[in-house]
């Protein structure tokens, strides 16, 4: 076999056999074949297209790269939550301890930010002391009694899938569905979960810039999941706006405890209670109704906020964060972006705002970049809200007055302003294999 003849074919939009995907898959994971040929197969694949059944061997072949994790020793139906990237986007911290508070075994690997989204692990190490790194026997004996662990994905993962983002990334093959269903659910299919629930988002802050389009790249996950023994569900979401008010991490952390305190902002507390309602229907085999009703009782009796407590005391951090966030720190600069005029916010570009916090040091430019945990942006306004001139529509903090430069002017592009107050719009858009 040689790859050659595998790039012409993909290249000339012809289908693969699933020999041809895995000696690709094969060859690339161990060496064999240099980043410059699978740069070109990618390149061909990304203006052709793979099949679906071709998007099956090759997420299968990916997941085959490296260990495929064993949680048998936790007990209960787990149920893994994974979004597909967003601005603002703190729903596992609220949705996991939310689920685990109600009985779900909340056993999760998750990923750092890259580009204008942000990851989960980086917003946990906010907090002080806090370990995203456990051994396998940690990991499953803090499941079992606590009810909730969450750390940093697996290096032995899915091998194949951090080589291929990594190419992805840097030449400009990202948004296509075969290539990003591959990615994720081959890492899915290997964290050892019983049940996958995903956040697939669509809009000017998603990787999907339509609602068709992020339905079919949910239906396409959703039935490779179940095809391999994976109870499997995806939610289609809104990502024209940032979630909530805060885009930054020790930010959304703040955030999030307020959503467990039941004060958060009516959309991320929205999201999160569904998420974690459909994590409890799936796990312990109740209507979804019942999982949102159960979802929102623990955060009303004050469960939801007890087990973060507990989560994040066992993995090593600060539990006093839950009443004092300001112990994580501060950014030492502030800069206000205010309204240039009177009436509605119309639009928030949350790429923008995505892009600005970014700027500020709370997101990386590349894998490997240091970050700044307590810079970020704050919305003080969000879309329908009336303004007048000089009020104030977002704060931007740093600590250097030149990225805050940077990221105020993005701000400030980032915010419409009409006479008319906008119609508003629905967050959650579609449920696929519920």
Same mark, same amino acid.
């Given at each position: 076999?040689?790859?050659?003849?595998?790039?012409?074919?993909?290249r000339?939009?012809?289908?693969?056999?699933?020999e041809?995907?895995?000696?690709?898959?094969?060859?690339?994971?161990?060496?064999?074949?240099?980043?410059?040929?699978?740069?070109?197969?990618?390149?061909?694949?990304?203006?052709?297209?793979?099949s679906?059944?071709?998007?099956?061997?090759?997420?299968?072949?990916?997941?085959d790269?490296?260990?495929?994790?064993?949680?048998?020793?936790v007990?209960?139906?787990?149920?893994?939550?994974?979004?597909?990237?967003?601005?603002?986007?703190?729903?596992?911290?609220?949705?996991?301890?939310?689920?685990?508070?109600?009985?779900?075994?909340?056993?999760?690997?998750?990923?750092?930010?890259?580009?204008?989204?942000?990851?989960?692990?980086?917003?946990?190490?906010?907090?002080?002391?806090f370990? %995203?790194?456990?051994?396998?026997?940690?990991f499953?004996?803090?499941?079992?009694?606590?009810?909730?662990?969450?750390?940093?994905?697996?290096?032995?993962i899915a091998?194949?899938?951090?080589?291929?983002?990594?190419?992805?990334?840097?030449?400009?093959?990202?948004?296509?569905?075969?290539?990003?269903?591959?990615?994720?659910?081959s890492?899915?299919?290997?964290?050892?979960?019983?049940g996958?629930?995903?956040?697939?988002?669509?809009?000017?802050?998603?990787?999907?810039?339509?609602e068709?389009?992020?339905?079919?790249?949910a239906?396409?996950?959703?039935?490779?999941?179940?095809?391999?023994?994976?109870?499997?569900m995806?939610?289609?979401?809104?990502?024209n706006?940032p979630?909530?008010?805060?885009?930054?991490?020790?930010?959304?952390?703040?955030?999030?405890?307020?959503?467990?305190?039941?004060?958060?902002?009516?959309? %991320?507390?929205?999201?999160?209670?569904?998420?974690?309602?459909?994590?409890i229907?799936?796990s312990?085999?109740?209507?979804?109704?019942?999982?949102?009703?159960?979802?929102?009782?623990?955060?009303?009796r004050?469960?939801?906020?007890?087990?973060?407590?507990?989560?994040?005391?066992?993995?090593?951090?600060?539990?006093?964060?839950?009443?004092?966030?300001?112990?994580?720190?501060?950014?030492?600069?502030?800069?206000?972006?205010?309204?240039d005029s009177?009436g509605?916010?119309?639009?928030?570009?949350?790429?923008? %705002?995505? %892009?600005?916090?970014?700027?500020?040091?709370?997101?990386?430019?590349?894998?490997?970049?240091?970050i700044?945990?307590?810079?970020?942006?704050?919305?003080?306004?969000?879309?329908?809200d009336?303004?007048?001139?000089?009020?104030?529509?977002?704060?931007?903090?740093g600590?250097?007055?030149?990225?805050?430069e940077?990221?105020?002017?993005?701000?400030?592009?980032?915010?419409e302003i009409?006479k008319?107050?906008?119609?508003?719009?629905?967050?959650?858009?579609?449920i696929?294999?519920?």
């Amino acid at each position: 076999m040689d790859i050659l003849d595998i790039i012409r074919k993909k290249r000339d939009g012809e289908e693969l056999s699933a020999e041809e995907i895995k000696f690709l898959i094969k060859g690339y994971s161990e060496g064999t074949i240099p980043d410059y040929q699978m740069a070109a197969f990618l390149m061909a694949v990304f203006f052709r297209k793979l099949s679906v059944e071709e998007t099956v061997v090759l997420t299968e072949a990916m997941r085959d790269s490296g260990e495929i994790a064993d949680l048998s020793d936790v007990k209960g139906f787990k149920v893994d939550k994974h979004s597909t990237g967003g601005v603002g986007d703190k729903t596992t911290l609220i949705a996991a301890p939310v689920a685990s508070a109600c009985g779900v075994p909340v056993a999760k690997m998750s990923g750092r930010g890259l580009g204008f989204t942000g990851g989960t692990v980086d917003k946990l190490e906010a907090i002080p002391g806090f370990r %995203i790194s456990l051994s396998r026997e940690d990991f499953a004996n803090q499941v079992n009694t606590a009810g909730i662990a969450v750390i940093g994905q697996s290096e032995k993962i899915a091998i194949a899938d951090k080589k291929i983002y990594a190419l992805r990334d840097v030449t400009g093959t990202v948004e296509n569905t075969g290539l990003i269903t591959s990615s994720i659910m081959s890492k899915k299919l290997a964290s050892g979960s019983d049940g996958i629930l995903l956040d697939v988002k669509w809009g000017k802050g998603a990787f999907m810039k339509t609602e068709e389009e992020a339905a079919e790249l949910a239906q396409w996950m959703v039935d490779i999941g179940n095809k391999a023994g994976k109870k499997t569900m995806a939610v289609i979401t809104d990502m024209n706006q940032p979630l909530g008010k805060a885009v930054g991490n020790s930010l959304e952390v703040a955030e999030a405890i307020e959503v467990l305190k039941g004060k958060g902002p009516e959309d %991320i507390t929205e999201l999160s209670v569904f998420l974690a309602g459909m994590m409890i229907s799936m796990s312990l085999n109740v209507s979804s109704e019942e999982g949102i009703s159960r979802a929102k009782n623990a955060i009303q009796r004050g469960s939801a906020l007890e087990k973060f407590r507990e989560f994040v005391r066992m993995q090593g951090g600060n539990p006093e964060v839950a009443d004092n966030p300001e112990l994580m720190g501060k950014a030492m600069l502030c800069r206000n972006i205010t309204a240039d005029s009177d009436g509605y916010v119309s639009e928030i570009d949350a790429m923008k %705002i995505g %892009i600005a916090s970014r700027h500020t040091g709370a997101g990386r430019e590349k894998k490997g970049d240091s970050i700044n945990l307590n810079a970020g942006v704050l919305l003080e306004k969000k879309r329908t809200d009336m303004v007048k001139k000089g009020d104030v529509l977002c704060r931007v903090y740093g600590d250097s007055e030149e990225k805050l430069e940077a990221a105020a002017s993005i701000c400030a592009e980032a915010f419409e302003i009409e006479k008319e107050k906008p119609c508003e719009r629905q967050l959650i858009k579609d449920i696929i294999g519920r």
